[in-house]
Every structure is written in structure tokens, then in C-alpha cells.
């Protein structure tokens, strides 16, 4: 069971490629189910951010509004923003 | 093993080799026509770097190039390969510093392209352990010419994965993901290689669909008979650095390993401690560098093979003492050939700069292509791109200031 408003997701620019824009919208009632959700809209998008052991790779940070997020358990409500950024490292 | 060779030649080839070479190019060529493919089509270099993909298209005369790039700018390229059984699909291996790893497919030659929906991944580990995660894919060989779109994948850290799509999507391949003795001859991530530890040289017997090769740095050479049914290691005769058991799996890094086209049942292997020859169906690794120069070892990554001549066969030399620098020895660098299956080697060095050349090749950054005479391609990791026409008797500069390379392979295509 998903929520009935869209949650609004902040894209990092690496992944636009998927998306086309830096601003989409996604359902699901926890993390992981806006990831999925992603997913099915723009295949291949999932597995650049969270591995096989559905841990969220090394150099993404994911935020649900102000707050780091490390559990694709985390609840998410129907006002919440996501952000999925990049960290940036090396040359 | 019983298998019938398709060895044509004797080993026993005098040092004089080179001198008689042009009759042998007629009875290479002649039995190159009889398989239909004593000339090339026009050529093409496919060029993985750690900040894109590259394609060269080459004339038929492979002396000029036409640059086609950069395809995923900014993407660490660890392999692109083309499909030799269609001549038209392409699989890139790609990653980010940042991102997942992933495959990327095409079949018009990179004018557009197509990802994976399922790349190679290792298997969701049970609750409470410690599964793992694909860095990256290092290493794609496409399956036997009786398996269209079946494809192979070597990870890091060391996984294999096969596609049965033309690379769209991947599952783990036999047992050795998980098998407990293999993971341990894979050892830690720290055992391996300074970007991580890597499963390569996948290679497909091409009489037999069933009998594969892989190898693992660290963790040796292994085979199967049945298909991945059953693996077995292929290591008697190999050393590993002094003071270690060689009879630990785990010390065993071999850099590189090729089947000769022309005859099967011979390997030749560039390894962390020297390089060999393998006839089957012995199982014992002969160091075919103890040939080299004393000056110069038998260090190196990168091997590569004549596709006729079982008896050819060229390495790249690089500086293993003290902290392995691995660049050119001396700072001069020089390709080895051998024209008599290892018992010999000859310095091609001709076009190269003569001092102050601190080049690195990486293992997958040299190939040979099917030509007659046979070219030969390297990347170096400053990003210059070398080629010889000639078998590397005379070497030509065709790319400067590419990214780090980390791949160089040949490929034919029509027209």
C-alpha cells in the first residue's frame, strides 16, 4: 500500500541521466518503496544508489528533509522531501 | 581431457624465426583464407578509460583513425567489448566513482545505447551476515559461437556472472560466488589488487562450450569441464612471491591469460611472477620467461596472442622490483615477442621514445587484432594510445592525452 500523495525527490546530476530532471515526484509510504517506485519509472536507477545488500552506496547520502537517512525502512509522509545527493570525493 | 589439438605447428622453431617468416606468411595466410579470414575488415580499437569510452575506427589499411568520443564522459570504463559472433553488439562495463556499477549495451555502435536492468549483482546474503557488493565489473567475454547472446562477467571484488540476453540482465554463475573454498583462495579485499581484487580471463574453449578458464588476482587459475558444473585449479607449476605456499590459492595472482585461437590447447599467461605457456593437457605451467633478458624479467601485466600462430605471442615488460613501480623498465619501453613459443623473445622497442618513458599498461590495455601482418594496440595509463601494423616490429603514437586507459580491444566490423 503506497501513500496517495506524491512525495517530491531531489535527483543528485549524476542520476539525471535517468530522470531527465533534477525534481521528480514518487510514491511509497517508506524510503524504500519511493526508491522502487523510482526504479519502475526509470529502470536502473536504483541500483546506482543502494547495492545488492540494499545498503546505500558509499558516496550517496540520502535525506528526508533536514535528516541523513541509512534505513530504506524509514517512514516517509506525503509532505516530506527526499534528497538523494552524491559526496563528491577524489580527482 | 581428452581432446583432439588443432596444433598445426612445431615448437621447434629456430632462433631464426624472423628471417623465415615470409614463407610462413604464406602458409598462414593460405590457412587463414580457408577460414575465410585472411584479411580484416576494417578495423576498430575499443578504448576503456577511468573517464569514459572511446571507439577508433580504423581503414583498412589500419593506418588511419577516426576518433568516435567520448562515450560516458566521466564514467569509469573498465571493458568494452564487441560481440565477434554478430559484429554488433557491444557491452560496456561502467561505473562512477559514485554510483553503483552497471552495463551499458549497443547495437549500432554507440550511437545509442541501452543499461542493463539487471547487472551483475552477488546474492542477497541471509539475515545477520555480511553479503557482497559488485564494485565493478571488470572483465566481459562473450560465450561460445553456439550460444548466441550469452555473455560472461568477471567482477570485483572476484564474482562470476552470466547473461543469456545479450548482457540486459545478469545472474551469478555456477557455484564459486559462494562456494567457502573459493572465497577463501579470494581472500580479503586487501589481498587483491590497489583498486580491488578481480575475477578476469574468462575464456571459452571454442570447441567446447563447457570447457571455460577463469582467473582470479589473487586466487588463481581455475577450469571447468561441465559447464561450471565443477572447478577445478589450474596452478601446478606457477610460483608466487618468494616466502609464500604456492599451495595456497590465495598467493597465486596471475595478471592475464589467453588461449591461442589457433590451438586451444595452448595458454600463455603473463603472471605476477613471470610468464608461462600451458600445452594440454598437461596441467603444468612452464615459465617461458626465464627466456627474457636477466635485465629486463618477466614482469608485466598485459599478454597478448597471434590469432594463426600458436607459437606467437607478445608482453609488455614492467618494473616488479623493490615497490613495483611497474612502469618501463628503466624508463624505456619495449614490447617482447616470441615467435617460438617462449624459448625466445625479441625486443621490439622501434617508434618508441628511448628514455624517460615511465609507462604502465594494465592488463586488459593491449590486443592484438586478425590481421596479416597482425596489429597490435596498447593504452598506457598516461593515456597514449600505440599501434603497431607490423607485429610490433615498428610502433606508431595514434592518440595522446586520453584519459588514465584501462582497456584496449580490437574488434572487426563490416564495411
Not at chain 2, 615459465?287 to 635485465?295: E, F, N
Request: charged residues 25%; contains cysteine.
Amino acid at each position: 500500500m503506497t501513500a496517495a500523495a506524491p512525495i517530491e525527490v531531489s535527483i543528485a546530476s549524476p542520476l539525471v541521466s535517468y530522470t531527465g530532471t533534477d525534481k521528480v515526484q514518487a510514491l511509497g509510504e517508506t524510503l524504500g518503496d519511493v526508491l522502487n517506485d523510482l526504479d519502475a519509472r526509470f529502470p536502473g536507477i536504483r541500483f546506482r544508489m543502494i547495492d545488492e545488500q540494499d545498503r546505500i552506496r558509499k558516496h550517496i547520502r540520502i535525506f528526508i528533509n533536514d535528516e541523513q537517512v541509512r534505513d530504506l525502512a524509514q517512514s516517509v509522509r506525503p509532505a516530506d522531501q527526499v534528497w538523494i545527493v552524491q559526496a563528491l570525493s577524489g580527482g | 581431457m581428452a581432446r583432439k589439438s588443432v596444433r598445426s605447428r612445431s615448437e621447434n622453431k629456430s632462433k631464426s624465426v624472423l628471417k623465415s617468416r615470409s614463407k610462413k606468411r604464406s602458409a598462414k595466410a593460405a590457412a587463414a583464407s580457408s577460414r575465410g579470414r585472411a584479411r580484416p575488415s576494417a578495423g576498430l580499437l575499443l578504448v576503456a578509460t577511468r573517464k569514459g569510452a572511446w571507439l577508433y575506427h580504423g581503414d583498412r589499411s589500419r593506418k588511419q583513425w577516426r576518433v568516435d568520443g567520448p562515450h560516458f564522459l566521466g564514467q569509469i570504463i573498465n571493458h568494452m567489448v564487441l560481440d565477434p559472433r554478430d559484429r554488433r553488439t557491444m557491452l560496456v562495463a561502467a561505473s562512477t566513482g559514485h554510483l553503483g556499477p552497471t552495463i551499458f549495451r549497443t547495437i549500432d555502435f554507440g550511437r545509442s545505447w541501452q543499461e542493463a536492468t539487471r547487472p551483475p549483482a552477488f546474492a542477497k546474503a541471509a539475515e545477520g551476515q555480511v553479503g557482497r557488493t559488485v564494485k565493478h565489473t571488470f572483465w566481459l567475454t562473450p560465450a561460445h559461437k553456439d550460444e548466441p547472446g550469452v555473455w560472461y562477467a568477471g567482477t570485483s571484488p572476484q564474482g562470476l556472472f552470466r547473461s543469456e540476453d545479450g548482457g540486459l540482465t545478469w545472474e551469478p554463475y555456477s557455484s564459486v560466488n559462494d562456494d567457502p573454498q573459493y572465497r577463501a583462495w579470494m581472500g580479503t579485499e586487501q589481498d587483491g589488487t590497489p583498486d580491488g581484487p578481480k575475477m578476469h580471463s574468462i575464456i571459452i574453449d571454442p570447441r567446447d562450450a563447457a570447457h571455460m578458464y577463469f582467473a582470479m588476482s589473487s586466487g588463481g587459475v581455475h577450469e571447468t569441464l561441465d559447464g561450471g558444473k565443477h572447478w577445478r585449479p589450474l596452478v601446478e607449476g606457477l610460483e608466487v612471491v618468494a616466502g609464500f605456499d604456492a599451495k595456497n590459492l590465495v598467493f597465486h595472482d596471475p595478471h592475464c591469460v589467453r588461449v591461442c585461437p589457433s590451438n586451444p590447447d595452448r595458454l600463455y599467461q603473463q603472471n605476477h611472477c613471470g610468464i608461462y605457456r600451458l600445452d594440454r593437457p598437461s596441467t603444468l605451467w612452464k615459465r617461458v620467461g626465464k627466456a627474457m633478458p636477466a635485465d629486463i624479467g618477466d614482469v608485466g601485466f598485459p599478454m597478448v596472442v597471434h590469432p594463426r600462430d600458436d607459437a606467437v605471442a607478445w608482453v609488455l615488460p614492467m618494473d616488479g622490483q623493490t615497490v613495483w613501480p611497474r612502469t618501463s623498465i628503466n624508463g624505456e619501453p619495449a614490447v617482447y615477442g616470441t615467435w617460438d613459443a617462449g624459448k625466445s623473445w625479441k625486443r621490439l622497442a622501434q617508434g618508441f621514445p628511448k628514455s624517460q618513458a615511465w609507462w604502465t599498461i594494465k592488463r586488459q590495455a593491449m590486443a592484438a587484432d586478425m590481421g596479416d601482418p597482425v596489429g597490435i594496440y596498447f593504452g598506457t595509463t598516461s593515456g597514449e594510445l600505440w599501434a603497431s601494423g607490423n607485429e610490433g616490429q615498428s610502433w606508431n603514437c595514434i592518440a595522446r592525452h586520453l584519459p588514465e586507459i584501462y582497456a584496449v580491444e580490437t574488434a572487426e566490423r563490416d564495411g
